[in-house]
């Protein structure tokens, strides 16, 4: 894979099996090279794959979130469609096919979209402006007064006068009624079977800023004030009612003012009395981050996905809590989006060589092959899982790709790759930096250290603290992991060439990159991108990094020194490794200052250093960014590992 294939990559997303069960709609994507943009439309298969599948909407923009009435008579679904810069809205169309129509004509993006158990009506979020956003021009607009945290977010962009509120609309047209409002963020609804009542969760009360504590609230379908179903001893999203609607499932997360916590599956009376917790047993975390949906009833089982050593699979478990929960499938894979209903299940899922394909049923019939094209054009690596051991005997997942047209006899050069989070995973899905990496002829290692997620609960808490005395913090025994599965990959594999080690991370990956080399020159070169550089400054300037007091084990403002302490800034005179900063610049997750930091003090120390920043850009460059931006980061990063590798 050379970096100008990111326009050729394609796959397919969120499936929805029809009410009959026989078709399943789903989003298809590609890369418009010319536009610099995802270009996506509904497709349409049957379920039993009898038939080839058909495109079903022909936007020339990006369609997506298809959603069946439950009468079976419509698809709703979002779209660009229309001027230039118009965010998704919500359209209608027939399910025999014909003309698409809008249901929502408004400024911000339509989200969350469920429709109502009579056909008639759609709930959706939307965030919703102040009145200062009548005035276009920027320069007469009124100043933002800000009074709570969670002003601003990454990829979204100012939300302290853009809260998200639930809307409905019915599917006749006429104007859509705002349910909720107020300065709180409220989303995921959910319609009661009788269709009366929507479901939703809220960050709302006096200081939910602060807490940052899901809860479940209850609206009347035609307006009211919500009534509170939860409580503050832990976060609940992602509600979904049994078709009798005496039950309500949803996703759970401790808030005990630590994380992390393992996510669970849990059900309650729809009133919120008798909760209960259905996944403790399992030791994983039971809220996939990606493309992460509510818990699915089929017939009265739940349906979820789980994290597990590098995969994600499909569990379930019956929703009286009388059996464990239980694989549904697995294997080595990652599994996305999914949908199950009266025993039929489509889902998403990715390998390490493959893209994102819909298949069908626990056997796992493939459906559909966009990305057949890509796949069978380039030569890409299945990588190799080993395990290091780390230096107190801790185990740890490791894979190794070799590069791209590897020949016995020859030394390579190689990338230590580490993940973000820190609670996330790397895995077994097609992450196109390891194969643009083994293309230009580099082996590359990467792993799950110590505060990864997919392990137990225990092994992702690893590195808390260290001022609450329950961990020794970032940068320590991740460390040591991540040291360890460079020391076994060089001993188990003779072609990789311990003279020329490189090493890159982003956000968290990108902290351990300035971390790792601020205390050995083990490695000739780094790139550190998007990274915490400087704790301090990060717990300001950030969205959210203040949240990370519940991991280190107390606030910056009561431990500055410690917070110094564990910032890779501190030690910029001890860098001496060739360091390439890479940074967007409307970053809001890690601040562009904070890679703006670490270069100006290596520049003024007189390193080697340079920054490269990315315009228009967010924390989700390498992922969600521009093509364009996507093309010229990996022709950046192979640069500088070319000039020292």
């Not at 276009?136 to 853009?162: H, Q, S």
């Not at 939860?230 to 309500?248: K, L, Q, V």
């Not at 594999?493 to 968290?508: E, Q, T, W």
């Amino acid at each position: 894979m050379r970096p100008d294939d990111v326009y050729e990559l394609a796959g397919v997303a969120d499936p929805r099996i029809s009410p009959d069960g026989r078709l399943v709609a789903y989003q298809a994507w590609s890369i418009d090279r010319e536009a610099n943009d995802l270009r996506a439309a509904i497709w349409v298969a049957p379920l039993d794959g009898s038939a080839e599948p058909r495109r079903f909407t022909f936007s020339e923009k990006r369609d997506a979130a298809p959603r069946w009435s439950p009468d079976g008579r419509w698809l709703a679904f979002t779209s660009t469609r229309g001027e230039e810069k118009t965010p998704p809205q919500l359209y209608v169309i027939p399910a025999e096919g014909g003309e698409a129509r809008a249901l929502t004509a408004a400024k911000e993006g339509v989200e969350e979209a469920v429709w109502s158990p009579d056909s008639t009506r759609l709930a959706y979020t939307m965030r919703v402006r102040d009145a200062a956003y009548e005035e276009e021009d920027e320069k007469r607009r009124a100043p933002r007064r800000l009074t709570r945290l969670l002003y601003k977010l990454d990829n979204v962009g100012w939300t302290a006068d853009r809260r998200k509120h639930v809307f409905v609309v019915g599917v006749d047209g006429g104007e859509p009624r705002q349910l909720t409002d107020g300065d709180c963020e409220d989303a995921e609804p959910a319609w009661s079977p009788d269709g009366r009542r929507i479901v939703f969760s809220s960050l709302r009360g006096e200081r939910w800023d602060v807490e940052l504590i899901n809860r479940l609230y209850v609206v009347d379908a035609d307006g009211g004030e919500p009534q509170q179903l939860t409580g503050d001893e832990g976060s609940y999203t992602m509600p979904s009612f049994s078709r009798d609607g005496t039950r309500i499932a949803y996703r759970y997360q401790l808030e005990d003012g630590t994380f992390p916590h393992h996510g669970r599956i849990g059900v309650m009376a729809a009133d919120g009395s008798g909760a209960r917790l259905l996944t403790t047993s399992l030791d994983r975390q039971a809220n996939a981050f990606t493309e992460i949906r509510e818990p699915l009833w089929d017939g009265d089982r739940l349906v979820f996905t789980v994290e597990d050593s590098g995969n994600i699979h499909l569990y379930t478990v019956p929703a009286d809590g009388s059996a464990e929960p239980e694989v549904l499938v697995g294997g080595e894979q990652w599994i996305g989006s999914y949908d199950a209903s009266d025993g039929k299940l489509a889902y998403v899922s990715t390998t390490t060589t493959t893209m994102r394909e819909l298949y069908a049923g626990v056997e796992g019939r493939r459906l559909t092959d966009v990305g057949r094209a890509f796949v069978e054009g380039r030569e890409l690596v299945e990588p190799e899982r080993f395990t290091a051991v780390s230096r107190d005997g801790s185990e740890v997942d490791a894979w190794l790709v070799r590069p791209a047209g590897f020949e016995p006899g020859r030394r390579y050069p190689v990338l230590l790759s580490i993940h973000g989070g820190p609670f996330s995973q790397y895995g077994t899905c097609f992450f196109d930096e390891f194969q643009v990496y083994a293309g230009a002829g580099y082996a590359v290692l990467y792993s799950n250290p110590r505060g990864s997620s997919g392990y137990s609960e225990a092994w992702g808490r690893a590195i808390r603290g260290p001022l609450d005395g329950s961990g020794p913090g970032w940068g320590t025994v991740d460390h040591e992991d991540v040291t360890a599965v460079v020391d076994t990959a060089l001993e188990r594999f003779d072609f990789l060439d311990a003279d020329r080690l490189g090493v890159i991370g982003g956000s968290y990956g990108g902290f351990m990159t300035s971390w790792i080399v601020a205390h050995t020159n083990r490695f000739k070169a780094a790139v550190s991108e998007r990274a915490v550089n400087q704790m301090v400054s990060a717990f300001g300037s950030s969205d959210i990094f203040w949240i990370f007091e519940r991991q280190f084990g107390g606030p910056m403002y009561d431990h500055v020194d410690t917070w110094l302490e564990f910032s890779p800034t501190t030690y910029a005179k001890d860098i001496e490794t060739p360091l390439l900063v890479l940074h967007s610049e409307n970053d809001l997750r890690c601040a562009v200052e904070q890679g703006e930091h670490l270069f100006t003090l290596l520049r003024l120390l007189g390193k080697d250093v340079e920054m490269v920043r990315f315009p228009g850009e967010g924390h989700e460059l390498s992922r969600s960014g521009s093509p364009l931006h996507r093309v010229q980061r990996f022709e950046a990063i192979l640069d500088w590992f070319g000039r020292y590798l």
